[in-house]
């Protein structure tokens, strides 16, 4: 068998080839009742044909399982399997793929795995199906990307997000805004190349006004990245409070299980306690801190000093009042930390007591009886969200690479947007036009020079 993968320069990723055809096992790691090997390369049926003996002689249809004996290189049988083949383009990769469903034995799918080598398969490297995808136009890298994303969901609510994405909405969103771009590239091109044609070029209020439109969109989906990334990676979130002031219970609850240890006695927690669950399907970490506090014992002050740890570094703090009781210095301090800090809401818990008044509030809760929990989810949730609101689903910019080359893109049409306003000639302006789009190549797929040619054909009949 010879292998086609090669390396490029000193720590480089293999070059593959996509004449080969590759294997692996596409299910995770361990035992289960089903296990996968998957093909996919032009001689994916020929080697499943050698790998399993199927009754009858009847080509093997596509898009129908049948089941089928794994043989060992001696005839013998090793496992029942089912076999499905799925035709080039029909398929994941847009190649031949032939997806084998064994016993989910390690062992078994191992064997599987090194049998195909041995038929004339290479091993496939990681994320090759999906590489291979991309390459033949199955889908773009944006969405490429996004079945990562759906792969790595902990939450329904991600799945959905990852899933949309996956399907091309982010690409479908980018692509007007893309086309709008082109437009304007080929305007100027036509009017530089083309002159003695007699085209006219927009005026500097049009180019203006055709950039304006441009920027709006792209400052859209920058900003929805507030959310997006909120909503792909997780937020963190912190508690502090002086002693006894039911942190450890709010924490509970929000968690919806019992996670930290609730006493009657302040300073029950001496250091902080984190756990993942999620609101309203974003994932969160919160954080239950130690209760803040001047003190002298040498474990306190430990703990205190990772609640402030806390308090810098998490995304939003909840900073806890007892309600039941006048506010001492302790929560004046956390306080007007908080408020310097920014990203944080002061709660009030213990409202299934007599209460002492207090304007400082954004809300006022029970961890006892779950009086005003779901309102404090809500907020928690609405803090993160854009200022504009809550961008459609189909719409978020959820990765941080796409978010930093929109950044770039915007950064290149305001240079453009300066270059009309001081009537720089437009082979300068085109420089700044193509390296925003640039950006958007990099996040769906490269624009060649002939798309913007065949715009200017099309809309100015060059060439007649």
């Known amino acids: 068998m010879q292998f086609r993968a090669t390396l490029s320069g000193s720590g480089a990723h293999p070059v593959v080839h996509p004449d080969d055809t590759v294997v692996a096992v596409s299910t995770p790691p361990g035992r289960g009742g089903i296990g996968i090997v998957r093909l996919s390369g032009p001689q994916a049926l020929e080697i499943s044909e050698q790998l399993v003996r199927r009754p009858g002689a009847a080509p093997t249809p596509a898009r129908r399982p049948l089941l089928g004996s794994l043989l060992d290189d001696a005839g013998n049988v090793v496992d029942e399997v089912l076999v499905t083949l799925f035709c080039a383009p029909k398929s994941y990769t847009a190649e031949d793929v032939v997806e084998i469903s064994c016993h989910g034995s390690p062992a078994i799918l191992a064997f599987a795995v090194e049998r195909a080598v041995s038929l004339g398969a290479r091993l496939a490297e990681p ?28 939450t329904i609510y991600q799945a959905r997000v990852a899933l949309q994405q996956a399907r091309g909405a982010l690409s479908n969103r980018l692509a007007p805004v893309k086309q709008q771009l082109c437009d304007l590239i080929a305007l100027l091109e036509a009017g530089i190349d083309f002159a003695e044609d007699d085209i006219d070029v927009a005026s500097a209020d049009q180019l ?95 703990g205190v000093e990772r609640s402030y740890q806390a308090l810098a570094d998490a995304d939003l703090v909840l900073v806890v009042i007892d309600l039941s009781q006048p506010l001492d210095e ?34 006022r809760v029970s961890a006892v009886t779950g009086v005003g929990m779901e309102a404090l989810r809500k907020r928690i949730h609405d803090s993160v969200l854009p200022a504009s609101g809550v961008e459609e689903e189909a719409g978020w910019i959820t990765n941080l690479r796409h978010e930093t080359l929109l950044r770039e893109s915007l950064g290149s049409l305001h240079q453009a947007r300066e270059a009309v306003e001081n009537g720089i000639p437009h082979e300068m302006l085109l420089l700044d036009l193509y390296a925003a789009l640039q950006g958007f190549d990099q996040i769906t797929g490269a624009t060649t020079v002939d798309d913007i040619l065949a715009n200017i054909f099309s809309r100015f009949c060059i060439g007649k």
Do not use: H, M
């Open 208 to 302: 203006l006004e055709r950039l304006e439109a441009i920027q709006s969109e792209v400052q859209r989906l920058v900003e929805s990245y507030r959310y997006g990334k909120v909503v792909r990676g997780g937020l963190t979130l912190a508690i502090l409070g002086r002693p006894n002031v039911g942190k450890s219970s709010l924490f509970n609850r929000l968690l919806e299980r019992e996670r930290a240890i609730v006493t009657p006695q302040a300073g029950t927690t001496r250091d902080s306690v984190s756990e993942v669950g999620s609101i309203q399907g974003l994932p969160i970490q919160f954080i239950d801190t130690a209760g803040i506090r001047p003190t002298t014992d040498v474990a306190e002050v430990q």
């Open 127 to 154: 994320g090759e199906f999906t590489r291979r995808a991309f390459l033949n136009g199955r889908i773009d890298l944006a969405q490429a990307e996004a079945i990562r994303d759906l792969i790595d969901a902990t």
């Open 330 to 363: 302790t929560d004046n301090q956390l306080l007007a930390e908080a408020r310097e800090r920014g990203k944080s809401l002061v709660v009030g818990n213990k409202a299934d007591l007599p209460s002492q008044d207090n304007s400082a509030l954004d809300l």
